[in-house]
């Protein structure tokens, strides 16, 4: 698989697994979605909310942080989706601040797995000259993004 379809596909992972932990959450009792999903963030990018990610970055207003990553990126991301909605689950999780707890409890796993394995922090990648929604436009690409 090439550099950009691994992307794309990793991407389109990605957005489908934020759905479902989001119907995960909600159900669990949260409420406030960017504060969950900020908590997640804060655990593996040592602190940082998306807010601080997008202007380290030197995004947009609104411009989407998970467009803007690579692929060894928006796997750790992944990873921290599917681990987290999978906690929620098995623990049975049922109030905003205990899914609040376990989504930075499983970024801050996630981080130290990566320590662990000599890797790179998720800050310290580098960001993609353009975002996928830029080379959907310029490869008239008809994709989920």
């Known amino acids: 698989m090439q550099i950009l379809e691994k992307r794309f596909y990793q991407r389109s992972l990605t957005r489908k697994g934020n759905y479902s932990l989001n119907q995960t959450a909600k159900s669990c009792g949260v409420k406030n ?8 963030y804060r655990g593996l990018y040592n602190g940082e909310t998306a807010a601080d990610i997008a202007k380290r970055k030197k995004l947009r207003y609104r411009e989407d942080i998970l467009d803007n990553i690579g692929s060894e990126e928006l ?3 992944l990873f ?4 987290t909605e999978a906690k929620l689950k098995r623990d049975n999780i049922s109030n905003e601040n205990d899914a609040n707890q376990a989504h930075y409890n499983i970024g801050k796993n996630i981080r130290e797995v990566i320590v662990k394995n000599g890797g790179t922090m998720p800050e310290k990648l580098p960001t993609p000259k353009k975002s996928l929604k830029e080379l959907s436009k310029e490869k008239k690409l ?3 993004i």
Do not use: S, W, Y
């Not at 921290?80 to 681990?83: A, E, G, K, L, V």
């Open 33 to 40: 979605f960017d504060k969950f999903h900020n908590v997640g």
């Open 75 to 77: 796997a750790a991301n």
């Open 80 to 83: 921290r989706i599917t681990q």
């Open 142 to 144: 008809n994709l989920e």
